[in-house]
């Protein structure tokens, strides 16, 4: 965390670096850090004074209810402190102690060089205020690197990771398909009867996983009719309108939606899938997301704090996008998933199962979303495979959410950020992150 004269420098950040000095420290974790100074963002929401004072200005304050808490740059403070502005579930670390990483920071990092994929040269610290990066965080063989901590995020509070949170539901169906208890190939209403005049009826839970389902729904978040939008208030993460009669909740919005195209023919990234497949691994499994997460990774990683999720009116969890942690944490499960499902000296993965995301899935039916900046990937059991020459794959989320594993690298980036722009694919957030991405990989390499 940050000491209150740290809080007091207006016009810098603190930052890991070259000087050292204490700060607290969660137990079992490693108390000394690396500490730089690096001007600001512009948008820095602490030198915005963004809910600062007691109370805050009016101006300055960031609420659900007036929609603020989604207005750009009131974001960067918002998606820092979800449990703030919405209803949540705990997903408790449990007591057994972190497990602590080893640190070996460079100073070489900033100034990697790279060509973004709309062609401008940029370095790697010019990237990082592009992309209104939070906080990131680079594991090379294990060992934390590079960790930089911007506007209000800090190492011990958790921050919205969005669609990152599909790829824990798809890790939790491939286990249990591993475990033999999920049939990927039986139809969804098989574990959830009341799909049974949806979309879903006749789509398999294979189809489910890997997005292949033909179902009307638009994840466009710049179009206001969009579906996403109905989910959203379905949720209750966005502001309703007075008369408001739509679902009151994930599980009801979901037995609203109907069928548009055939089944397994493109791959079509649709939140809702995620959310079908929420609700049958928690159906088959009697257990909330919130505890799955927490039994399955959260208690035996060793993290430092306790992660939540965003819940609806019901209490049910946003398996397509509601999961909030602190940056050392993801990149714990992130680790984990670089080393075939092993961390802390425990197997929490299958081998297998990390083997069957990481082979990916049809290339074909990925081609046919139209990603420009992913040409080549595949999505597998939630998770986006990249197929290059790293081995690279990702759990990615909208405004700049990221978890970056790169095998034959020994690499892993996980990245928290505030973007402007949702959506990651054909825009700016990919045009810098990849090759960005791609350029420390290189460098580690030759290295």
């Not at 740290?6 to 890991?16: D, T």
């Not at 640190?103 to 060509?115: A, E, K, L, V, Y």
Request: proline content about 6%; glycine content about 8%; charged content about 15%.
């Amino acid at each position: 965390g940050q000491t209150n004269s740290l809080l007091s420098l207006s016009n810098h950040k603190c930052l890991i670096g070259p000087t050292t000095i204490r700060t607290p420290a969660s137990p079992g974790s490693t108390r000394i850090k690396l500490l730089s100074m690096q001007p600001s963002q512009p948008t820095d929401p602490v030198a915005l004074h963004i809910m600062q004072g007691f109370p805050p200005e009016p101006k300055n304050l960031v609420r659900l209810q007036d929609g603020s808490g989604y207005i750009f740059p009131k974001t960067r403070w918002a998606f820092s402190h979800q449990r703030e502005l919405v209803p949540t579930a705990t997903i408790r670390r449990g007591p057994a102690p972190a497990f602590s990483f080893s640190q070996s920071p460079r100073s070489d990092i900033d100034t990697i060089g790279f060509t973004t994929l709309d062609g401008r040269p940029m370095s790697w610290a010019q990237g990082l205020i592009e992309t209104e990066t939070d906080g990131i965080l680079i594991l090379h063989r294990g060992r934390i690197i590079y960790e930089r901590y911007f506007g209000a995020l800090t190492p011990e509070r958790p921050h919205m990771a969005f669609s990152v949170t599909k790829s824990f539901v798809g890790l939790i169906a491939a286990m249990l398909q591993h475990q033999g208890a999920l049939d990927p190939n039986q139809l969804t209403t098989h574990y959830v009867p009341e799909l049974a005049s949806t979309a879903y009826a006749d789509a398999t839970v294979r189809q489910v996983m890997d997005m292949t389902v033909g179902v009307r729904y638009s994840e466009t978040y710049t179009d206001p009719t969009a579906e996403i939008w109905a989910y959203a208030s379905a949720c209750g993460v966005i502001p309703r309108a007075p008369n408001y009669q739509g679902p009151q909740s994930i599980f009801a919005f979901l037995q609203t939606l109907q069928k548009e195209g055939a089944h397994d023919e493109a791959f079509a990234y649709k939140t809702c899938n995620t959310e079908v497949l929420g609700w049958i691994v928690q159906r088959l499994t009697g257990t909330t997301f919130a505890t799955l997460v927490s039994d399955w990774f959260w208690q035996q990683l060793g993290t430092e704090e306790d992660a939540y999720v965003v819940v609806d009116g019901i209490g049910a969890a946003m398996c397509g996008g509601g999961l909030n942690t602190t940056l050392r944490d993801l990149a714990r499960f992130g680790e984990m998933m670089r080393r075939h499902g092993a961390l802390n000296g425990r197997q929490l993965v299958p081998e297998a199962v990390v083997a069957d995301i990481t082979r990916g899935a049809d290339r074909d039916h990925f081609a046919k979303a139209g990603y420009q900046t992913l040409p080549g990937w595949s999505y597998r059991h939630q998770w986006w495979i990249s197929h290059n020459n790293l081995g690279a794959y990702s759990a990615r989320g909208i405004h700049g959410q990221a978890i970056w594993i790169a095998p034959s690298a020994e690499l892993v980036i996980v990245r928290y950020a505030s973007h402007p722009t949702a959506a990651n694919g054909n825009g700016p957030l990919d045009y810098i992150s990849l090759p960005a991405y791609q350029a420390v990989a290189d460098h580690l390499l030759r290295a």
